[in-house]
């Protein structure tokens, strides 16, 4: 399993990007391999933000319907309980600035023993998983 990141949505998304290449290779070995993909609502709320922001509402808008609609991707949410506890990893992790969004992310990633994250955020390293691709 493979949890992806908003960094690697909007990579994906958005040719004018600077991981776009990296982001399209590492998605396509993903799927070679069968790989099953994981997101979260949180990740996702950060990566059409991004992408509006960057390429309009109507542009982030289909994305975000192809997301929900993907079989081959599933959205995870989180409960009360995840939150709280991604509240004591952004203290943790206070230093290096993580987001609430990251901290959530790790909570989902344990509970759902997911051990790789597709993103370009080093964040995912600190907290312990394999960031892919290096």
């Known amino acids: ?6 960094g690697a949505f909007v990579a ?4 004018q990007d600077g991981k776009h290449a990296a982001a399209v290779a590492a998605l396509a070995r ?8 994981l997101t979260s609502n949180f990740v996702l709320d950060e990566a059409l933000t991004l992408a509006a922001r960057r ?3 109507r542009f982030a808008a289909e994305r975000g319907r192809r ?32 987001s609430f969004t990251d901290a959530v992310s790790f909570v989902l ?6 051990r790789r994250a597709f993103t370009f955020d080093q964040h995912f390293s600190l907290a312990g998983f394999e960031v892919w691709p290096q």
């Open 30 to 37: 993903l799927k070679e391999d069968r790989e099953r993909l």
């Open 109 to 114: 990633m344990r509970r759902h023993r997911v």
């Open 55 to 57: 390429a309009g509402g």
């Open 67 to 98: 997301v929900l609609a993907s079989q081959a991707l599933s959205v995870l949410r989180s409960e009360p309980d995840d939150e709280l506890a991604a509240l004591d990893l952004v203290e943790k992790y206070a230093d290096h600035e993580v």
């Open 12 to 15: 994906l998304w958005l040719s």
């Open 1 to 6: 399993m493979t949890f992806l990141d908003s």
